[in-house]
């Protein structure tokens, strides 16, 4: 049965985020579950259109900001809706072999970070700049609000709307 859910607060989790729930109260400082993606953009990147499209991704995807609490030993779902983080970095006046190493080692250290499940946010989004026609976008997302199938959608929508924020129109999902 599917059910229209009014409320974004108290929600039960499934089987699977329990088990992801008590992994990661058992080992809280592994980083365990973490979904690591990073993309390269060559060309032109606006990057407030892309920000702004961001935002409205995570919006549609609103899953993303969920937190993970616990009352009496049961652990609930929180999702607290947010303007999206994407912390910002220039390397373009480094080399570029210089820039791309540090992107490298950023994201060797951002993959060794853990996500703290109740206080959030889940996600860590990274827009890096190595040179003025060369980006990266570079995703850790916890497994307990995403999953393998999720990225390409997410992917796929972050392309859509983007390309029709530049157009001036409203994306068509």
């Keep these: 049965n599917l059910v229209h859910l009014t409320s974004t607060t108290g929600l039960p989790l499934t ?3 329990k088990r992801l729930w008590l992994i990661s109260k ?5 980083p365990s579950y973490i979904i690591v993606s990073t993309y390269r953009f060559s060309g032109s990147l606006d990057r407030e259109v892309f920000e702004r499209s961001v935002d409205d991704l995570l919006r549609r995807h609103h899953i993303v ?6 009352k009496d030993g049961e652990p609930y779902c ?7 983080e994407i912390k910002w970095i220039d390397y373009t006046g480094l ?4 820039s791309r190493e540090k992107v490298k080692e950023m994201i060797n250290t951002d993959s060794r ?8 946010p889940l996600y860590r989004l990274y827009l ?31 392309n859509r709307i983007y390309n029709s924020l530049l157009k001036g129109k409203d994306p068509e999902l």
Excluded: C
Aim: aromatic letters at 10%.
């Design 15 to 17: 089987r699977n985020q």
């Design 113 to 120: 970070t853990a996500f703290d499940l109740e206080k959030g």
């Design 65 to 70: 900001f969920s937190v993970i609490r616990e």
């Design 128 to 158: 890096i700049k190595t040179a003025p026609d060369e980006h990266y976008f570079h995703m850790s997302i916890h497994h307990i609000v995403f999953d393998g199938w999720s990225q390409g959608v997410m992917i796929s929508d972050l």
């Design 95 to 98: 080399p570029v072999s210089e």
């Design 78 to 84: 929180d999702i607290l809706t947010s303007k999206a």
């Design 26 to 30: 058992l080992q809280p400082e592994i």
